[in-house]
């Protein structure tokens, strides 16, 4: 594995780059609560949701994109609190992804002091956003991650 300059920054996204592995759609699947879902996509998209059969819908789709998709629609009332918990939420299923996967919990570790970011252009919370002034917010919760598996 190489080792990074700590002013280097990685860049990830798609499925077909480097780096996929950080990606929420990445096929790395999480036990949450005894329950199983294929991708982090699947759970945190389910969990916007009260609805248990909706939430069992999305988990149940064959594809990380399609569990966005189903995660996205306002025809079903969002979980009231859902600004409050969601970075819990995502950071929650994010650790246990990297905990439960030697293979992207190696390629983490690798990666030194790098910054980490989520190169979607479409999304300026999660990810640096078209312009690269997002928050990055997925980013920010790989690399505390990434520092909590150092000290595990
Ligand atoms: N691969 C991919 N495609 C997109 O279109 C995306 N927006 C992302 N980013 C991920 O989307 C999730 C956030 O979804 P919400 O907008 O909050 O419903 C999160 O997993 C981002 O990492 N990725």
Not at 44 to 66: L, M, N, W
Not at 75 to 90: F, G, T
Not at 120 to 135: E, I, K, N, Q, R
């Amino acid at each position: 594995m190489p080792d990074y300059p700590e002013s280097s920054t990685i860049y990830f996204y798609a499925q077909t780059d480097p780096y996929a592995e950080f990606s929420n759609f990445a096929p790395y699947g999480v036990a949450m609560d005894d329950i199983w879902w294929p991708t982090v996509e699947h759970y945190f998209q389910a969990q916007k949701f009260h609805d248990v059969d909706y939430r069992e819908q999305i988990r149940r789709c064959s594809k990380p994109k399609d569990a966005k998709a189903l995660g996205m629609t306002r025809k079903l009332a969002l979980r009231e609190d859902w600004e409050q918990v969601k970075d819990q939420i995502m950071l929650d299923a994010v650790r246990v992804k990297f905990q439960t996967h030697p293979a992207p919990r190696d390629l983490l570790l690798s990666t030194g002091t790098a910054e980490i970011v989520e190169n979607a252009p479409m999304d300026a919370y999660w990810g640096c956003g078209l312009d690269g002034s997002g928050l990055n917010k997925l980013g920010y919760i790989l690399m505390a991650v990434r520092n909590k598996l150092r000290i595990e």
